[in-house]
T-cell receptor, first 111, second 115 residues
Framework: QKEVEQNSGPLSVPEGAIASLNCTYSDRGSQSFFWYRQYSGKSPELIMSIYSNGDKEDGRFTAQLNKASQYVSLLIRDSQPSDSATYLCAVGRYNFNKFYFGSGTKLNVKP | GAVVSQHPSRVICKSGTSVKIECRSLDFQATTMFWYRQFPKQSLMLMATSNEGSKATYEQGVEKDKFLINHASLTLSTLTVTSAHPEDSSFYIC???????????FGPGTRLTVL
């Protein structure tokens, strides 16, 4: 079983729609959760971080965490073609030097 | 803040030669630096984790004698690919962390092509 699971996609949504990206993790002791965006040929960039149950909103992005279900998601409202990228979920524990990345979900936003 | 640079951004070398890639945290001191490799259309693969002044911890299947990592200071880590072969051609990305929650800041990556 992988530490972090993501659907590889591609997930296709029309411009202006809500894109929902999901991630599950196996380590129940995980404490920090991150969403990174990676454009083709580029390195990942941080989109959101979340540490406690519930929702965290930042502009068009909302991260949702449910530790009981070991589930973290990213919602992108009013999706734009420029949001087309691979989204990586990362999970870790405080003070641990290893964080686990999912394999990423490819998002296509169609004009 | 939290900017990480890598040099070079792109390198082409002949088979059998060694290539050194530098990773620098420009505006913070990194307690930990990570090295990843990514083949086309594949996910990030962690190669090794290093802390300043100590030996790197390599992931299973990564040859430590082939991929030499030196974390000489809190702002600099280097990855040397020794005796490179065409199958080592890949996108190498470093990241650095200074926070206890482990948030990683990524460098722009180095694309290595071995002829």
């Amino acid at each position: 079983q992988k530490e972090v699971e993501q659907n590889s996609g591609p997930l296709s949504v029309p411009e202006g729609a809500i894109a929902s990206l999901n991630c599950t993790y196996s380590d129940r002791g995980s404490q920090s959760f991150f969403w990174y965006r990676q454009y083709s040929g580029k390195s990942p960039e941080l989109i959101m971080s979340i540490y406690s149950n519930g929702d965290k909103e930042d502009g068009r992005f909302t991260a949702q965490l449910n530790k009981a279900s070991q589930y973290v998601s990213l919602l992108i409202r009013d999706s734009q073609p420029s949001d087309s990228a691979t989204y990586l979920c990362a999970v870790g524990r405080y003070n641990f030097n290893k964080f686990y990345f999912g394999s990423g979900t490819k998002l296509n936003v169609k004009p | 803040g939290a900017v990480v640079s890598q040099h070079p951004s792109r390198v082409i070398c002949k088979s059998g030669t060694s290539v050194k890639i530098e990773c620098r945290s420009l505006d913070f001191q990194a307690t930990t630096m990570f090295w990843y490799r990514q083949f086309p259309k594949q996910s990030l693969m962690l190669m090794a984790t290093s802390n300043e002044g100590s030996k790197a911890t390599y992931e299973q299947g990564v040859e430590k004698d082939k991929f030499l990592i030196n974390h000489a200071s809190l702002t600099l880590s280097t990855l040397t690919v020794t005796s490179a072969h065409p199958e080592d051609s890949s996108f190498y990305i470093c990241s650095a962390s200074y926070r206890s929650d482990g948030e990683q800041f990524f460098g722009p990556g180095t694309r290595l092509t071995v002829l």
